[in-house]
């Protein structure tokens, strides 16, 4: 309680209430902008956060996460595009509600389903983490071994439609981890006559790289043109949602909340993902599952609140154990370490009032997105007239200035226009980056881990199995590699089933 105090308190001072509405504000926009998602938003934030306290610096990394999940649900619903993959679901539902007149209903209803998502998700990171993070003082190599391994297969699993690109590009992110001095030995590995790789492929120049500056090489093809036409008239008629059509979708957006938190605890199983599983459940339980895809206020409700509760329960692993839940928390990993703070059970107690800050602060955000969002969305929607060719360079400009700030080495601008054209083409091919981030940052924790279990175990595997926590992590990740096989050999049972071979 006593945490909770001060962090109500710092919170509450000018300081945080003014990057609070500035990073809240930014995140919308960024969210509107389609390409630029909150994975590139997050990574512009960190080199503005160096000369911040720690506090302050969470506050404006929270704030853009989660109002820039909720600002890709005002193009969704206005003009069908999407600003974030997030919102893909909320434009089934949200652009014929607008093309039939009610397209302030689809954005309040969008605005409420979001709020309510993001604070359920906010309250179970409250409730859980703090627990989490006591469980987690029993863990030893073993465990944080089988986390990591955990992570990168299911990462590797979800994220991509093929999963052996995902595989190709989270081996090229462990290979990337290995590149510095090798922590048991002191050897030099892979440094390539670069003294600035000594201490390891620098995380913050890669984020930029592949988030950042791929995007803005993307806006600047001449193809990408202005997202909204100039002469496109805007359909924001009709009323804000009743109170009983409030009513109606509340047991939807309870459901959806729980479904959203649930997968963002999950590693690798993003927004997109929890918001398409939630609005296919409340199709299934709908009385009225043929409206769906129509112009229903319930899949509006679905998708908004249940790709806002992500972002609390992507937190949960994040601080607690140091598992990016998705490539966004990947980048926050980099924010945290930047000042000091290493994820882990220390959050809890060595950093707890500025752990608790961050956790207020995302109240308030959550509140703030929804009251910007009610007032501003019509007027703020026009951003999407900036020309790509405009927009593109803008954000590389502000890419190479965040780079060179964190160690005044123009290698890292070069690092960062590198990963840039690798994240490009990545992009083009349908390689999927997210397994790579995540496994560059999983990297050390499975190398070392793994390193000191063979060590106490004299090279025994059988260690993994001794302690009841391992044992269980194992369980989870034999379940995790054989769910997927399984389902796709019944597909295939039940195709040739249909259409036996003569």
Request: net charge neutral; charged share 10%; with cysteine.
């Amino acid at each position: 309680m006593d945490y909770l105090l001060n962090a109500i308190a710092t919170v509450f001072t000018f300081e945080a209430l003014l990057v609070l509405f500035l990073g809240t504000l930014a995140g919308m926009i960024i969210g509107m902008l389609p390409g630029l998602s909150s994975t590139m938003g997050v990574a512009l934030c960190i080199p503005i956060t160096f000369n911040m306290p720690p506090e302050l610096s969470l506050i404006l990394l929270g704030a853009v996460y989660v109002s820039s999940v909720y600002g890709g649900s005002v193009t969704a619903i206005l003009l069908r595009t999407p600003g974030t993959d997030a919102s893909i679901a909320t434009s089934l539902d949200g652009f014929p509600l607008t093309s039939s007149g009610r397209g302030a209903e689809a954005l309040g209803i969008a605005t409420i389903g979001s709020l309510f998502g993001g604070l359920f998700s906010t309250l179970a990171l409250l409730a859980i983490a703090p627990l989490l993070s006591k469980v987690a003082l029993a863990f030893g190599p073993q465990e944080y071994t089988l986390l990591a391994l955990g992570g990168l297969i299911t990462v590797i699993g979800v994220v991509s439609d093929i999963p052996v690109k995902g595989l190709i590009a989270a081996i090229a992110g462990l290979m990337l981890a290995t590149i510095g001095l090798d922590n048991f030995t002191g050897a030099q590995r892979f440094l390539f006559d670069r003294p600035e790789l000594i201490d390891g492929m620098p995380l913050l120049p890669v984020l930029i790289g592949l988030f950042s500056v791929s995007q803005a090489f993307n806006l600047c093809v001449p193809v990408a043109g202005r997202v909204l036409d100039e002469n496109t008239k805007l359909r924001f008629s009709g009323h804000f949602p009743y109170f009983h059509d409030i009513k109606r979708c509340l047991r939807t957006m309870n459901r959806s909340s729980v479904i959203g938190t649930i997968v963002g605890i999950l590693p690798g199983a993003g927004t997109s993902i929890a918001a398409f599983i939630s609005y296919n459940e409340a199709r299934r339980k709908s009385k009225n599952p043929e409206n769906f895809g129509k112009g229903e206020l319930e899949g509006v409700a679905a998708s908004e609140a249940a790709n806002n509760a992500v972002t609390g329960g992507t937190l949960i692993p994040t601080l607690t154990l140091g598992i990016p839940g998705n490539a966004v928390t990947a980048v926050f990993v980099g924010g945290l370490t930047i000042h000091g703070l290493i994820p882990g059970p220390q959050l809890f107690t060595d950093f707890a009032d500025i752990t608790y800050t961050l956790i207020m602060s995302l109240f308030l955000a959550n509140i703030l997105f929804a009251v910007l969002g009610l007032i501003l969305s019509r007027h703020l929607v026009h951003v999407t007239r900036i020309p790509g060719a405009l927009l593109g360079p803008m954000i590389l400009i502000f890419s190479i200035i965040g780079t060179y700030a964190l160690r005044n080495e123009m290698f890292d601008v070069w690092l960062a226009a590198l990963f840039g054209v690798i994240g490009y083409f990545m992009e083009r091919w349908r390689f999927p980056t997210a397994p790579l981030v995540i496994a560059m940052v999983l990297g050390p924790i499975l190398e070392v881990n793994f390193r000191r279990s063979m060590q106490i175990s004299d090279w025994d595997l059988t260690v993994f199995f001794t302690r009841p926590i391992s044992l269980a992590l194992v369980c989870m990740i034999v379940a995790a590699i054989a769910y997927p096989v399984w389902r796709h050999l019944k597909h295939k049972r039940a195709l040739n089933q249909v259409n036996p071979v003569n």
